[in-house]
Structure formats: C-alpha cells, structure tokens
C-alpha cells in the first residue's frame, strides 16, 4: 500500500508541510459536489421554472449536467499522477467557479446546456482527485480517517441537499445552488495549493500516455450514463435514442478493452480489478448502491410524492434521524476499522440495510416521517458502516502498483453504478404501480356494489359542490386513492427488493478472504 503515496509524480518541494490544510481540502471538495449533485437533482423544478424550461428540456438538462462527470471522472487518477493534484484541480477548480457564477443569468436553452455541459464535466474532477490527495500527501495512520471523512459526505449530503436547498429556495432564491460554489471552489483550490507539495510533469508517464483508451472509456460511459438516465422517461427499448446510446456506448467500451489488450502501456487494464477479493467487494458495492437506494430514494420519494409533504419537512427528518446518527458512527467506525477485520464492519452495515428494509415493507400509506424514524436510524449507520469498509478493503486487496486503474473502476461504480442503481430502483416502482393499480382496480371496476358505495359515500361528503359535480368529484377522490394505495404497494415491493439486495451483498461478503496486513486492514 505505501506505493500508492510515490505514483509517478515528482515532488519538487518538502513533501507535506501543512497536511492539515490538504485535510480541509479532502473535506470540502466532495462536500461541495455532493452537495451540489444532490440539491439540483432535488431542485430541477424549481430550475425548470428559472429557466422557463419544458419536462423534456429539464429532463436533457439533468442528464446533460450530470453525464459529463464520468468522462473524465476515471481519468483523474492518472492525471494526478502525471501532472500534479495541483495543476488538476486548482486552475478548474477557478474556471468551474466562474461557471457557477454566470450559470444563473443564463436564458438561452443551447448556452444553457453548453454551460451545464462544461459545469458538469469540471465537477467530475473533484472527487477522484480527493483519494489521490490522500495516498499521496497524507500520512498512512490518518489514510482511515480521511477516508472516513470520504464516506461520511455521500451519505450526509444525500440527506442533508433536501433540507439545504429547501433553505435556499424559501430565504435566499434558487440561485444559491451554483452560487455557493464560487466561494467554495477557489478555497478548495486554495487549500489544495498551500496544503499540497509542487510537483513537476511525470514526462515518462505523459509519453506512455493511453489517449485513446481514455477517450474511448469516458466517451462510452457518458453515452452509457444517457442512456440509463433517460431510460425510464422514455421508457428503455421502445425508445430509438436509448438503443443507440446503449449500443454506441457498449460499443466504445467494447472498444475501449481492445485497446487496453493490445498497446503496449494500457490505462487501466481489466486485469487491475481481477484479483478475487477486489471482485467481490466491487461486486458487493453495487449491492449497497441498491440497498442504499432505500434511503437515497424510497424514503424521499415516497414522504414527496405519495404523502404530499413539503421538502422542508421531509429535509428536517432526513437531517434529525439519518445525518445524526451517520455523525455519531462515523468516528465509531474509524475506530473499529483499525482494530478489526473490515469485513465485520461492512457486515454490520449490510445488516443495518436489511433490518431498514424489513421496516420498510411493513409500510401502509397513513406513514409520515415520524414513522420512518427508526429506518433512517438504521439507514444513517449504515452508510458509513458499509461506504467505508468497502473503500478500505477494494484498495487493500488491490495491486499498489496498478492504484491509477483501480481508481478508474472505483469511479465507474460511484457514478454509473449509483445512476443504474437508481433508475432501475425508479423502473421498478413504475411498473410496480402501473400493476397494482391494475389489480386494485380489478375490485373496483365501474357498476360493482363496492365501488357504488364508495362513490355514494363520498359523493354525499362533497355534495355541498352541487349535485351534479358530486358524482364526478366522488369518482375522481377513489381513484386518487386507488393510485395512492399501487404507489404505497409499489414501495413495500421496492423496499423487499432492497433487502433482497443486502442480503445478497451479505452471501458474497462471506467469500472474501482476510485482505493482507496494511494500513487500511487490521
């Protein structure tokens, strides 16, 4: 593992003389992607409305936002290596700033993409760069708690974006979304440019440069990511576009590991994750990612979309009964990892997912947020509990040699897998509503004595509307309640597809093996 610290990089300076500030710059540079990838999925309405955007233009400017991050997102590992965290991160860190700035004021919809596009594709550096700052400029004993700090953000932004733009939106306008990065950004870099040592160009490792592979691994995923995206709206292989993103992009991966084959000096070769134990845990992974979609979207969802509530009260339980006890954990789960085995660890956090999920599946549709309080407890441990043991035990079992591969695939998994996690989770509540309200609606059919007395009943409460809207008023309110009740059975179902998944990450977490001795296995 120590290897990892001397990549192919050339330190002119000391190395390290203000490791506190490089810390800092750990902390908020996922912070503010985080924060920021969380809080414009959450406010696309509110942009939409900004921007006098249509559903599908808001819908392509979602995807056109996010999608650039995974092309370069993989890649910055090698960056870093051979250019330097500083020439990576600081000078974008500026231009994605200035972006954030003028992005508000922008009122033409191809400017607006454009801007969304480059925004998008600068924020992708940030958190790659994160796990290099650390191997490379900290100390081993402090790799645990920076990673820990790592982990920490996912979840904590996840839940705490709901409540922060809410706060934006109702105080001090929708434009505190990007405009919160012009402050945040030329600090990271400030932090990133006294807390880290100047290094020169690697320029044996630029001349062996993969070029091709990188275009065609980037590219490829990108058209991938559109593809998975826009796949529920535009309902997956019924749709031209989805085909051929999905093909283009299967075919630049396909492509993209011929390459990797047969040059002489590959990028990220497929053999630099074929270690079993690395399999498993990558493996493992996507089954958190769709475990954790419980939190990252049932919950939410369900508390917005079904009960109706506000974003402010759905941000304040997600705050209160997820973010404290993921605060609480996190040093817990520091602490554990150096004394025993990650595997036990991450064991913990896949059972805290399942016991969230069995909750869930008792779930009837008079819950509110106070009835999801012990789940987002759960669901909060959890995160941090699995995030962490995941990261330490993929890089401690991996090749220190071939760390830069590593990464690329780490990045794939955060990003793409995380989308695929959560439009499959989005698929499945669709179709699952459009059949249980079939079903339902089997025992109401038109002229049966249930629905008659239904109708009748609540014709009489709403009869002070006239006679004549009554019947038509009455009609309407069952069927609001017969969509009401396929949602909440929708949920139950996709809250049984999470445990499912967690017990399957906890069937593979049984055939990894003890990682060998390091710094990040105890």
Sequence with gaps: MANIVSMPAHPTSVAMHRPLLAVFAVLLGPFMVGFHSRMFGIGLVDLKGAFSLGYDEGAWLSTLATAPQIILAPAVAWFAAAYGIRRVIVGPALVYALISAILPFARDYHVLIGLHIVHGALLGLFIPATLMIIFQTLPSKWWMSAIGFYAFRAAFT??????????????????????????????????ILRGTARQEPNRELIQKADWGGMILFGSGLAMLFVAIDQGNRLDWFENGIIVSTLLGGSGLIAAFFVNEMLIAHPWASISAISARNVVLILVVSLFYLMSASSNTALVPNFLINVMQLRPEQVGSTLVIWACVPLIVMTPVTVWAMHRVDGRLVLFAGLCCFAGAALIGTGLTSDWSGENFRTMLVLQGAGHILTFLPVIAVAIANGDPKRAVAVAAYIQVIRVLGTQTAQALMTTFIRKGEQIHSYAVGLNLQRGSEISADAISAIGRAVASSGQSLAASRATAVVAQHVQKQANTLAYIDAFWLTFYCAMAGLILLAFVTKAPKGPLSA
């Design 158 to 191: 996840t839940n705490a974006g709901t409540g922060l733009l809410d706060f934006y939106v109702q105080h001090l306008g929708w434009q505190l979304l990007y405009w919160q990065d012009v402050v945040l950004a030329p600090l990271m870099a400030l932090l």
